[in-house]
Structure formats: C-alpha cells, structure tokens
C-alpha cells in the first residue's frame, strides 16, 4: 500500500531552525511537495522536489533522497506566523497526489 | 484572480437530507479534486477529474457523487447525508506543467446532524 510518514505534532521557539521530516512509500514517484496550512484555511503550496538534493527558498527550504524515500522541510529563522500544519504529499505514478496527515508546528515566544 | 471559490462556507444539514457542494475555478486547469479533510486523518481524495467530461473515484467515494459538464465547475453531491460526512471539503485544481501543483479553494465546513 501507499503510505506517508510525519510527525504529528513539534514545538519550536521563535528565532529557531526547524526540521519536519516525511518518509514515504509509494507506487511510483513524480515529486513531492510541501504545503502549508494555518488552521480554519486552505493548505498553500511551499515547495516541489523532484530531483535529490536541497531546494531553497527565503526561509524555507526541502530536501529529497528518492533512494531513501525521505524528504524533510527545513525552516529557519522561525517566525510566530509560521505555526501551522505542515503536509507532505507525494504524485505517485497516476499523477494523484497521496497525502501525509501532516504536522501541526507550534511556535513559542 | 479569484482561483477556486467554492459555496456553501459552511452548511449545517439533516441526515437523510441531500446537497451539493459548488467549486468553481477561472485558472482553465484540466484537473479538478475533492478532497475531505477530518482530525488526524490528513486530506482524503473523494472524486477526481482529469478533464472535462471525465471523472473517477478516489479513496472515498462512497455516498458522494460528482459532475464534469465543463471547465471551471466541479460539484460534489451528497446524496443522502450521513453523520460520518461531517467533515471540512476542499475543492483543488492542478496546473498541469512541470510541477503539477494543486491549488485549492477556502472549503466548505459541513456538519451533518
């Protein structure tokens, strides 16, 4: 079966790094992505990987290994408003997004 | 830009009752998603439609059905709600291209009594 792996909940301090991770099993691979979604509203796409290796952007940046089946979201400089839900989601071979519960980030003062 | 609008907010509806919930687009993409959302389960896939005309079950289709006369709509119909459809609805569309991202609308919170 197909199955996404994160962690249900974290906690970080504001000024932090934080590193949400997702493993993942699937039939077939054609990327994966990282959503974000404050609670009461939609989920808003952060990042797409496809190839290995570390994609940057602001803040926020993703890694994939397609070997290890593992991807992470790494956020820096950790800011109130970043409390949220973060989901992982990989486009198996059908192209149908298949969805990781995702974890909810907590942000302390 | 209004993206993905989908009508009700939120609906609070009988058991036994019927509705349909409407997701509308004006992005043109070709494939159209409903998703729910419940506590802890993450978002589940309902229906699909890669393209207009065309539709196909997802991972929980039962008790809902959906249509595809056109581009930019895509309900999702409750035929005869249950308490266990109480859930939040999410209405997407993906841009085909090379990363194939999904866009989503506001949802619709529905409670089934």
């Known amino acids: 079966g197909q199955n996404i792996d994160q962690p249900t909940e974290m906690t970080a301090t504001e000024g932090a790094i934080v590193q949400i991770n997702c493993t993942y099993q699937?039939?077939?691979?054609?990327?994966l992505f990282w959503y974000q979604q404050h609670a009461g509203e939609a989920p808003t796409f952060l990042s797409y990987?496809?190839l290995d290796g570390l994609e940057e952007k602001g803040r926020f940046s993703s890694f994939l290994s397609r070997s290890k089946g593992y991807s992470y979201l790494l956020l820096k400089e950790l800011q109130m408003k970043d409390s949220a839900s973060y989901l992982c989601?990989?486009?198996?071979?059908?192209?149908?997004?298949?969805w990781g519960a995702g974890t909810k980030l907590i942000i302390k003062p | 830009t209004a993206g993905i609008t989908q009508a009700p907010t939120s609906q609070i509806l009988a058991a036994g009752r019927s509705m349909t919930l409407r997701c509308t687009q004006d992005?043109?993409?070709?494939?159209m998603y409903w998703y729910r959302q419940d506590l802890g389960l993450g978002l589940r896939l309902i229906h699909y439609?890669?393209?207009?005309?065309?539709?196909g079950k997802g991972e929980v289709p039962d008790g809902y059905s959906v249509s595809r006369a056109n581009t930019d709509d895509f309900p999702l119909t409750l035929a005869s709600a249950v308490p266990s459809q109480t859930s939040v609805y999410f209405c997407?569309?993906?841009?085909?291209?090379?990363?194939?991202?999904?866009?989503f609308g506001p949802g619709t919170r529905l409670t089934v009594l």
């Open positions: 997407a569309s993906r841009q085909t291209g090379p990363t194939d991202t999904q866009y």
């Open positions: 992005m043109r993409h070709n494939a």
């Open positions: 439609s890669n393209t207009a005309g065309t539709t």
């Open positions: 699937t039939s077939g691979f054609n990327g």
């Open positions: 990987n496809v």
């Open positions: 989601a990989v486009l198996d071979s059908n192209y149908q997004l298949i």
